[in-house]
T-cell receptor, first 112, second 114 residues
Framework: QQQVKQSPQSLIVQKGGISIINCAYE??????FPWYQQFPGKGPALLIA?????SEKKEGRFTISFNKSAKQFSLHIMDSQPGDSATYFC???????????FGDGTTLTVKP | EAQVTQNPRYLITVTGKKLTVTCSQN?????MSWYRQDPGLGLRQIYY???????DKGDVPEGYKVSRKEKRNFPLILESPSPNQTSLYFC?????????????FGQGTRLTVV
């Protein structure tokens, strides 16, 4: 049973556009929701994270939106750039949830 | 510089020959974990450790062992490697207050078992 479902699997966006990646979780014990960015040949890098006591968190061009009642959270990349082309993973964890769980990843391509 | 260091970066070995992939972090993190990444299967957790002498199984622990004798080190041991363990492996670490999620990943170890 997959506890974190991520969509879409791949995404193509024009330069300057908005990239949106969605994740849904099932375990209500999750209380920490990070997003990671991974470039080919590199390890994932923590991009931004949110706790369920806020509905939105913004860092530069990256924003997490969180909907606790729907058990969904999403990553928005504003003014997408070709350098944002990478694979993005959502994850969910919690001190009382045991181990963390990753989504399957989204390959983002930003066209010039 | 804060980092998670894995060694080796690349390894080719033969079936059944025991090997160890080392992982070390310099951030005094309590939480450490190991993942494998395979095409189309995303990141799958092998083992994780909440602190020294505390380890637990992830999603795919079969064929792997770990130990956490010191806070900074979390080696991954393959007692008898098999070809289905050919993969890209990542070690990661974090503070415990991040809900057992990872803040820093290593650069990866690409293992080929022939």
């Amino acid at each position: 049973q997959q506890q974190v479902k991520q969509s879409p699997q791949s995404l193509i966006v024009q330069k300057g556009g908005i990239s949106i990646i969605n994740c849904a979780y099932e375990n209500t014990a999750f209380d920490y929701f990070p997003w990671y960015q991974q470039f080919p040949g590199k390890g994932p890098a923590l991009l931004i994270a949110i706790r369920p006591d806020v509905s939105e968190k913004k860092e530069g061009r990256f924003t997490i939106s969180f909907n606790k009642s729907a058990k969904q959270f999403s990553l928005h990349i504003m003014d997408s750039q070709p350098g944002d082309s990478a694979t993005y993973f959502c994850a969910a964890g919690g001190a009382n949830a045991g181990k963390s769980t990753f989504g399957d990843g989204t390959t983002l391509t930003v066209k010039p | 510089e804060a980092q998670v260091t894995q060694n080796p970066r690349y390894l080719i070995t033969v079936t059944g020959k025991k090997l160890t992939v080392t992982c070390s972090q310099n951030m005094n993190h309590e939480y450490m974990s190991w993942y494998r990444q395979d095409p189309g299967l995303g990141l799958r957790q092998i083992y994780y450790s909440m602190n020294v002498e505390v380890t637990d199984k992830g999603d795919v622990p079969e064929g792997y062992k770990v130990s956490r004798k010191e806070k900074r080190n979390f080696p991954l041991i393959l007692e008898s490697p098999s070809p289905n363990q050919t993969s890209l492996y990542f070690c990661a670490s974090s503070y415990n207050d991040r809900g057992n999620t990872e803040a820093f990943f290593g650069q990866g170890t690409r293992l080929t078992v022939v």
